[in-house]
């Protein structure tokens, strides 16, 4: 990648996530909370990835060997909001920006023209494509939360690191006339990271050092996924298994010939 | 005017530069890209003011403290209750999913009744009553007339069915079978041990799981899953596939399926070896010692078990310099097994001098009784369901006339569902309190709907797998927005017009008392705080021999090695429980691969599909003696050879359509056998065949 295409933006407080993989059990409780703060709609056949929309995935992997040498890991996916993000780049009409502090990857949805650029251009597949308007079986759209507009057919969609939970922190700080600028660890959590019940989920300010998340992204065990494509994800993982960490980086062989 | 050249490119050049700086352009565009996404039939959010509310999770799983997130008091999300002793501010797939699970399209709405041609019409709650009490009263005092089985294991309406059972004759009440249940039936008739088992994993500094799913099935999950969190403990997992547990465990040790009982005694061998023992001596260890010294030489157990006979010393080795080590033995579901396993892990337990103490097994006081503090059967140690449906198959005991069903879905949780499905054509007349549309309500002839567990107050005793006695109140979030009543009140009021006093005058009345009695303040539990206990009690008289033991453990010895691919069932939350199916907001939570079509993926590894002569996404039939599903194969190598693994929680066709049309179920692939000994019934299938499906 050129100088020129790094619009890495410097802001003060950098929102970031580390996910302990040698942690999850892969249990689902994060994809289920993320769904329901977000209003994204239930789906009978959600198992067509191309067509469901979902904005937190959870993956599993291999180390490819044989039993029982064979070794299995879960890796939960939200939306890496890269500090260059390939998906701002390419989108024509300003839907999806990198330009707010705390550095979470906007995406405007009535700016939304659904030409899908972004998701071309994403390397995470972190952007899904809402083919068809959204439904909840009746009476089930009571339970929709006042925190995220719903969106209809046409539009794309992702993770926002829960946005709107970081609105409320800041006014909650305001009122008891804190600087919300500094706001403390347990102040602002995505709903994945609040529910996951084995911990495995961090979150905060990857500037701060009060904040766990800026000693774990150090960990000699973190990495970030594709990080050759220097899109500077703020997601991190973290994992003592040495075959976990080499798959963050999954290119192809002439690559790994090159760069070596 | 004439319009020359100039003139033209000057209109043209105005024309352009007008365009870019009028807003008109811009702001049309603009009104088009809200006003296209503006639709009346896209759903609007909602506004109002937030709080939050404490409740219990009641579904049929793992219970814990739940906090309810309200917009104008209407629930929205779900979360962990920090202050909850079993959910420490985590929460399972399921839990998360239970708000808006409360709005499932196949919630029943209102109380219905059979109709001669088998369709369901609504019936006044009035005259569903008066029929009910018309039907039951020629019962009364007719032992086998009557029966009720239940899958709530925790709450009081547990007493409420027991007392009016007992008024109208009969001691057949039932819980759905659970490890919990098959555990402390072991504990308490085998063993001759006092209490109901607790497990405290939080203090212990090494985990030994014997095939239960210890983080996502076992016991109090969300607290298992917290523990484990913590990383102070080690943590080994012995199964035949690498489950949510054997995925984040130290190491993990392949077994054939359901062999972790001959591991647990083949780990005894090695430590008498070592020339550990217990004290004081428990009853029969002589002869206990005698046994596995006979059986369990490292190289036997490695033929049981599918472990070398070097790993299960290590094994021992470790258990050994473990300070606070503690055995965790199950099914893989956690829906029961049979007594082997859970007394060969109790046994390590107890050679390893690991009850009642910190990081060991804990023996908890049993529930408060209200309504009958005398005492009288108790519906814990009672025969379990299966059991139950054997002795009527086999004319034991006669068919109940009426049958209640509350809580619980036996008509697809149960194994070798063609039996169940036999037993349940055989009852005239089937009641049932549940709150889905679910396998068994579609066979019942009167459904009386009760609340959703937000909609109702009810309470939670100690769910099982937790280290402490602990009390909490399951609190209403919201009003019912269907026509239910609390089964509870209604068994009271129904008592009443058969002239019989269940001692309460309302369900609240009862767990009022049940507070009183404890010795918790009412006014704390409504806040949503939880009454806990460290009372243990004290053991004396434990028997590792006796009759019973050695038939169970006999029959352990009559087994034939594997000869045809073996069969080990995976359940998780993510599908919910067998009473709520897969939760429409659970599914999502759902691997890709684990889900093609109508049919779900039974994983294999590469050299059992060689075998088998298969490959990688081939529609298969799996067939055993009970029965047969049609499944797609996923090559994973998490999986030991010559084993096939099922996923449960599929297969359903009831319910609604997010939970139809997926899979097949598991169950159905088990056969209901009852053991030697310990008389525990549960489904057994070791042996499937695998043919691709034509």
């Given amino acids: 990648m050129s100088e020129s295409m790094r619009i890495h933006h410097h802001f003060e407080i950098r929102w970031g996530m580390v996910i302990d993989i040698d942690k999850c059990t892969g249990c689902g409780a994060c994809v289920v909370a993320c769904q329901a703060e977000n209003n994204i709609p239930p789906n009978p056949d959600p198992f067509d990835r191309m067509r469901d929309p979902h904005w937190l995935i959870v993956y599993k992997l291999s180390n490819h060997k044989k039993f029982p040498e064979h070794d299995t890991a879960y890796l939960p996916r939200p939306c890496m909001q890269c500090g260059n993000p390939s998906c701002a780049s390419v989108c024509p009409v300003i839907a999806t920006t990198k330009d707010e502090e705390g550095g979470i990857v906007s995406q405007i949805y009535p700016r939304c023209i659904g030409c899908r650029y972004c998701m071309a251009a994403c390397p995470y597949h972190s952007r899904v494509f809402n083919w068809f308007d959204p439904v909840w079986p009746e009476g089930m759209d009571k339970t929709l939360t006042p925190f995220v507009s719903t969106r209809p057919r046409g539009v794309v969609e992702k993770c926002t690191f829960c946005h709107h939970r970081w609105q409320i922190a800041k006014e909650e700080a305001r009122k008891r006339g804190e600087n919300p600028m500094h706001l403390d660890e347990q102040a602002y959590i995505p709903a994945c990271a609040e529910v996951c019940p084995t911990g495995a989920i961090h979150f905060g300010d990857l500037h701060n050092p009060e904040h766990i998340v800026h000693k774990l992204a150090r960990s000699p065990y973190a990495f970030r996924i594709l990080e050759n494509l220097g899109t500077e994800p703020q997601v991190y993982y973290l994992s003592r298994r040495d075959w976990v960490r080499k798959q963050g980086d999954n290119h192809f062989r002439q690559e790994e010939k090159k760069n070596s | ?694």
Wanted: charged fraction near 15%.
């Fill in chain 2, 1 to 694: 005017m004439a319009l020359d050249r100039r003139g033209f490119l000057m209109f043209l050049a105005g024309g352009a530069a007008g365009s870019v700086l009028t807003p008109t352009a811009w702001k049309l565009t603009d009104d088009i890209s809200i006003w296209t996404q503006n639709w009346p039939w896209i759903p609007r959010i909602p506004t109002g003011a937030l709080d939050e509310k404490p409740s219990v999770l009641k579904l049929g799983s793992a219970e814990y403290g739940l906090k309810i997130k309200r917009v104008n008091k209407q629930p929205i999300t779900a979360s962990g209750n920090p202050n909850h002793p079993l959910s420490l501010g985590g929460i399972d797939a399921l839990g998360a999913a239970s708000v808006q699970l409360m709005y499932s399209p196949s919630r029943i709405q209102q109380p219905m009744i059979k109709n001669d041609q088998g369709q369901f019409k609504p019936i006044a709650w009035s005259k569903a009553l008066e029929l009910l009490a018309g039907l039951l009263k020629p019962l009364q005092g007719q032992t086998d007339a009557l029966a009720c089985v239940s899958g709530d294991s925790t709450g009081s309406s547990r007493e409420v069915f027991s007392k009016f059972l007992r008024a109208m004759g009969s001691p057949h009440v039932y819980l759905q079978p659970a490890d919990g249940l098959a555990q402390n039936r072991v504990w308490n008739d085998l063993m001759q041990g006092q209490g109901r088992l607790g497990f405290d994993l939080e203090n212990s500094d090494l985990l030994l799981v014997l095939e239960p799913d210890l983080l996502d099935t076992w016991g109090a999950t969300v607290k298992n899953q917290k523990v484990f969190g913590r990383g102070k403990t080690e943590l080994i997992y012995a199964g035949a596939l690498q489950n949510s547990t054997a995925a984040v465990a130290r190491s993990w040790l392949p077994i054939h399926p359901g062999s972790s009982g001959h591991l647990a005694l083949a780990l005894a061998y090695c430590l008498f070896k070592q020339g550990l023992e217990p004290r004081p001596v428990p009853k029969g260890f002589r002869e206990y010692r005698e046994f596995v010294r006979t059986h369990y030489t490292p190289d036997q157990a490695a033929r049981k078990t599918g472990l070398s006979a070097q790993a299960i010393q290590n094994l021992a080795q470790k258990l050994q310099q473990a300070s606070r080590p503690l055995i965790i033995s199950g099914s893989t579901t956690g829906e029961g097994a049979p007594g082997f396993p859970f007394f060969a892990g109790l046994s390590l337990n107890l050679l390893l001098k690991r009850i009642n103490t910190s990081g060991g097994i804990t023996c908890l006081p049993g529930p408060e009784t209200v309504l009958d503090p005398a005492g009288g059967p108790s519906i814990e140690n009672s025969q379990d369901f299966c059991g139950y449906i054997q002795d009527c198959a086999t004319g034991k005991i006669k068919s109940p006339e009426i049958l209640f069903v509350h809580e619980a879905n036996p008509a697809y949780a149960l194994p070798d569902t063609r039996k169940t499905t036999d037993f349940f054509d055989t009852v005239p007349f089937t009641v049932n309190f549940s709150q889905f549309m679910d396998e068994t309500a579609a066979r019942s002839d009167l459904l009386l709907p009760n609340p959703y567990f937000l909609e109702r107050l009810d309470d939670s005793f100690t769910p099982f797998g937790s280290a402490m006695n602990n009390y909490s109140l399951s609190l209403p979030v919201t009003q019912s927005g269907v026509d239910a009543k609390p089964t509870s009140d209604l068994l009271i009021a129904l008592a009443s017009t058969l002239d019989h006093d269940l001692g309460v005058r309302s369900y609240a009345e009862l767990l009022r008392k049940k507070c009183r009695r404890l010795g918790a303040d009412w006014g704390r539990l409504t806040s949503g705080e939880t009454w806990t206990s460290g009372k243990t009690l004290s053991q004396s008289g434990l028997t590792l021999w006796n009759q019973p033991i050695a038939s169970m453990c006999r029959a352990q010895m009559t087994g034939t090695p594997q000869a045809t691919p073996g069969l080990v069932l995976e359940a998780n939350r993510k599908t919910g429980s067998s009473r709520t199916g897969l939760p429409p907001f659970g599914l999502k939570a759902h691997l890709e691969e684990e889900l093609s079509g109508a049919l779900a993926a039974v994983r294999i590894n590469r050299q059992t599909a060689e075998q088998m002569n298969v490959r990688n996404g081939q529609a298969v039939t799996l067939t055993t003696q009970a029965g047969s599903i049609q499944a797609r194969i996923l090559l994973d190598e998490g999986v030991v050879t010559n084993t096939v693994a099922v996923p449960t929680g599929f297969g359903h066709t009831a319910l609604d359509m997010f939970s139809q049309n997926k899979g097949g179920n598991a169950n159905s692939l088990l056969s209901l056998s009852c053991e030697p000994g310990s008389g525990l019934c549960s489904g057994t299938a070791f042996e499937v065949q695998v043919s691709i499906a034509s």
